[in-house]
T-cell receptor
Framework: EAGVAQSPRYKIIEKRQSVAFWCNPI?????LYWYQQILGQGPKLLIQ????????DSQLPKDRFSAERLKGVDSTLKIQPAKLEDSAVYLC?????????????FGPGTRLLVL | AQKVTQAQTEISVVEKEDVTLDCVYE???????LFWYKQPPSGELVFLIR??????QNEISGRYSWNFQKSTSSFNFTITASQVVDSAVYFC??????????????FGTGTRLKVLA
């Protein structure tokens, strides 16, 4: 079974530029998550989708970050405009459904450096 | 208040030594789930184990074992006879109910394990 796919793996941009990340979850997984992991910290949830609907975006900086999962499968996360403090690894994860017992499976992440 | 505490920032051991990674959590839920993940240098978080709040049995999987104690709110992870390939950052996570009616993981800050040959 294929795991969670993410692209690109690495991205370097200048501050105030825009960037987009793509994620394809495990087939059949209804719930998709985007996390931000700053160096030396644990992942922090940015947004959670159930199929194509947002169920939790309370920690998403909505003035610059946006995400969509239009067909309930793959998803994109965008940052516009980027700030220096956005330098981090952006992890995508998926789970079969949204329940406390559901295990989340993670992709390899996109490492973003904002100069 | 921090919900998941991994007080050990970094641990170094020599190959074949046993090592225990500590995890202390805080929750008001009576039903909750705890997880351990491994993050090797490649960056991907690899699922290791899930434990629910009603199951306090210790678990062993090969060289890995987990000790869950509700009385002390701890979920510690032991690697027996460590190997260089065990070098990674290990994260403990708590599945927590949110006010928006869903659940999310709360991760600790991780423990970096270095196993020296």
């Amino acid at each position: 079974e294929a795991g969670v796919a993410q692209s690109p793996r690495y991205k370097i941009i200048e501050k105030r530029q825009s960037v987009a990340f793509w994620c394809n979850p495990i087939s059949g997984h209804a719930t998709l998550y985007w996390y931000q992991q700053i160096l030396g910290q644990g992942p922090k949830l940015l947004i959670q989708f159930q199929n194509n609907g947002v169920v939790d975006d309370s920690q998403l900086p909505k003035d610059r970050f946006s995400a969509e999962r239009l067909k309930g499968v793959d998803s994109t996360l965008k940052i516009q405009p980027a700030k220096l403090e956005d330098s981090a690894v952006y992890l995508c994860a998926s789970s079969l459904n949204r329940a406390p017992k559901e295990t989340q499976y993670f992709g390899p992440g996109t490492r973003l450096l904002v100069l | 208040a921090q919900k998941v505490t991994q007080a050990q920032t970094e641990i170094s051991v020599v190959e074949k030594e046993d090592v225990t990674l500590d995890c202390v959590y805080e929750t008001r839920d009576t039903t909750y789930y705890l997880f351990w993940y491994k993050q090797p240098p490649s960056g991907e978080l690899v699922f290791l184990i899930r434990r629910n709040s009603f199951d306090e049995q210790n678990e062993i999987s090969g060289r890995y074992s987990w000790n869950f104690q509700k009385s002390t709110s701890s979920f510690n992870f032991t690697i027996t006879a460590s190997q260089v390939v065990d070098s990674a950052v290990y994260f403990c996570a708590l599945s927590e109910y949110t006010t928006s009616g869903t659940y999310k993981y709360i991760f600790g800050t991780g423990t970096r394990l270095k196993v020296l040959a």
